[in-house]
């Protein structure tokens, strides 16, 4: 079936610290995987992606990892901010050609100074 | 540039009436997707379009049509409208091209209120 799952609805972080938000996904044939941020009451921000054919891709104080063999994904943020507080939602692509993404439920992030 | 914009950014609407909306894609851009977040709920993917045609439906009625314009600009159309289309509704628009997936980028949303 359908299904992309987070194991935390909710992460509380001190600023500074670094958070890891997880993502269990169950499509195996799934290619590509992205992570978005959303702030209240605004549409999805794009943060990183990565394709199946990869374990390990960098951006800008993030790090997105994918475990095929257990089909897991995580999404690491380095010294976390006040301004990182929003719920997080990993994606993937389903069917070949044309796009269309499954979303999770979402991990809301809370950040305290 | 301008990002995905979306209009109106709020609708109250009562049950059985019929709702527009419309999206314009972020520039470059020629495939539009719909999606439909419920409150406390990741985005449901509704339908996809490209070339003024619906390429790919999620798991919605009919009820839930749209359109694509030869400028890429879209509009989702609800008809008979139910107090559980209450919702975010949120357009994402990316480029299409040969050799793999590309980004979907989000407009702000329509936030629809049904009574």
């Known amino acids: 079936g359908e299904s992309v799952g987070l194991h935390l609805p909710t992460l509380s972080v001190q600023e500074g610290d670094n958070s890891i938000i997880n993502c269990a996904y169950s499509?195996?044939?799934?290619?590509?995987f992205i992570w978005y941020k959303q702030e209240s009451g605004k549409g999805p921000q794009f943060i990183i992606d990565?394709?199946?054919?990869?374990d390990k891709r960098q951006g800008q104080r993030v790090t997105v990892l994918l475990n095929k063999t257990v089909k897991h994904l995580s999404l690491q943020i380095a010294a976390t901010q006040p301004g990182d507080s929003a719920v997080y939602f990993c994606?993937?692509?389903?069917?070949?050609?044309?796009?269309?993404?499954?979303f999770g439920t979402g991990t809301r992030l809370l950040v305290s100074p | 540039d301008a990002g995905v914009t979306q209009s109106p950014t709020h609708l109250i609407k009562t049950r059985g009436q019929q709702v527009t909306l419309r999206c314009s894609p972020k520039?470059?851009?020629?495939?539009v997707s719909w999606y439909q977040q419920a409150l406390g709920q990741g985005p449901q993917f509704i339908f996809q379009?490209?070339?003024?045609?619906?390429?790919q439906r999620g798991n919605f009625p009919d009820r839930f049509s749209g359109h694509q314009f030869p400028n890429y600009s879209s509009e989702l159309n609800v008809n008979a409208l139910l107090l559980g289309d209450s919702a975010l509704y949120l357009c994402?628009?990316?480029?299409?091209?040969?050799?793999?997936?590309?980004?979907?980028?989000f407009g702000p949303g329509t936030r629809l209120l049904v009574l």
């Open positions: 520039s470059g851009h020629d495939t």
């Open positions: 379009y490209y070339e003024e045609e619906e390429r």
């Open positions: 994402a628009s990316s480029p299409v091209r040969a050799g793999g997936p590309e980004t979907q980028y």
């Open positions: 990565i394709r199946s054919n990869m």
């Open positions: 994606a993937e692509k389903r069917g070949t050609g044309f796009q269309k993404l499954v």
């Open positions: 499509n195996s044939a799934s290619d590509y």
